[in-house]
Nanobody, 115 residues
Framework: QLQASGGGSVQPGGSLGLSCAASVNIFSLNTMGWYRQAPGKQREMVAVITSGGSTGYADSVKGRFTISRDIAKNTVYLQMNSLKPEDTAIYYC???????????WGQGTLVTVSS
């Protein structure tokens, strides 16, 4: 189970943070990450972090977003800086089981970037 929190509304250039707490040990997960879906668009990967700590980002957010984790809290974070209107979307937390490769999704959280 994934419990996401954060999000909200911000003006362009602002910052927001998201967090996603897993109900299992983070090392039982192959990857954790964030995806987003804007109105009328397909869901896309934003940022991921592997069990080994490697990270990956969509080109559109590189240099602006940072994914991190707190192993003790089984929680992954997404710090979003220099937000743009095109970052407006519902953001979903994702985790992939190391054993079964099953994808788990948290509830979406809305991020709105608007002046």
């Amino acid at each position: 189970q994934l419990q996401a929190s954060g999000g909200g509304s911000v003006q362009p250039g602002g910052s927001l943070g998201l967090s996603c707490a897993a109900s299992v040990n983070i090392f039982s997960l192959n990857t954790m990450g964030w995806y987003r879906q804007a109105p009328g668009k397909q869901r896309e990967m934003v940022a991921v972090i592997t069990s080994g700590g490697s990270t990956g980002y969509a080109d559109s957010v590189k240099g602006r977003f940072t994914i991190s984790r707190d192993i003790a809290k089984n929680t992954v974070y997404l710090q979003m800086n220099s937000l743009k209107p095109e970052d407006t979307a519902i953001y979903y937390c994702n985790a992939v089981s190391r054993v079964s490769s099953i994808n788990y999704w948290g509830q979406g959280t809305l991020v709105t970037v608007s002046s």
